[in-house]
């Protein structure tokens, strides 16, 4: 792994909610994935988890937070996806 490489676990509802979304439609075919007994590893580099974070955080806008701004499940859900892509 290169240092512009970040390996990314993704359990199966984590590549089943992108790509239901089209969050990884483009990224998803330049990704290097490979599985284990504990999952899916997806390598993808720093650019494309910047860009998956920011359609996951415009994603998270929209229906992230119930009426008074408490977080739903699929926004709890999208926040945990955000802090794994975090690439620093």
Not at 20 to 35: C, D, K, P, R, V
Not at 60 to 76: H, M, N, S
């Amino acid at each position: 792994m290169t240092d512009q490489s970040k390996t990314i676990r993704l359990r199966a509802t984590d590549l089943a909610y992108l790509r239901q979304h089209t969050i990884l439609a483009n990224g998803l075919a330049t990704a290097t994935a490979t599985s284990d007994s504990r999952g899916q590893f997806v390598m993808i580099d720093r650019k494309l988890a910047e860009s998956i974070r920011g359609e996951l955080t415009v994603r998270l806008a929209q229906v992230g937070f119930d009426d008074q701004y408490k977080p739903t499940d699929e926004g709890r859900f999208i926040e945990d996806l955000i802090d794994r892509l975090f690439t620093p």
